[in-house]
């Protein structure tokens, strides 16, 4: 096809998504080249433009173009055990890992959870079977809290405890959600 006369686009399973009828052709359309813009949700997704020969993505289609892509706002890398009363790292916690209370020399705790993204709004964490245990939405993001840095204590009771972090892109758990 030697002229477009439109672009059909199709974004995961909506097909079509838009369909643009005037160049440049954008997913999301445009102002006289000022772009539409959205965050798209994290995960996989595809995109595939087909042209037509005329508006409305109809005459002769041409050869469609895909992409797939990833999107993720942020992820969790990893928790450390936190002294509460110096506000110093003690250890890295790993899946499995014991803590040995005697061992240690306060047991006023807490986790903060690291995050791969300055971008993030917020953590929801989750203690054993509450998935919503705390959310915090100012870095440091720690398990049960800190005021500036200064974080709160708990002791954790004996036995096998399960902490979750999810980031997310906006406050109060809202928004995009991490991994």
Known sequence: IAYFGSV???????NPFRIENVSPY???GDTEGDYNGFV?????????????????GKGEAGEPLTITFSVSIGM???FTLVNA???EDIMPLEDGGVIHLNGLAT?????????DSKNIGSVVF???DQSAFRTESFPPFALVGDTEGDFNGFTPPIGMHTVTATPYSESNG?????E
């Open 40 to 56: 798209p949700p994290s995960g996989e997704h595809t995109i595939i433009a087909t042209p037509y020969s005329e508006s409305g």
């Open 126 to 128: 989750g203690l054993n």
């Open 174 to 178: 809202g928004g995009v959600m991490g």
């Open 85 to 87: 009363e110096t506000n």
């Open 76 to 78: 969790v890398t990893g």
């Open 107 to 115: 047991k006023n705790l807490n986790i903060v959870a690291y995050i």
């Open 26 to 28: 954008a997913i999301l």
């Open 8 to 14: 059909v686009f199709r974004f995961n399973d909506t």
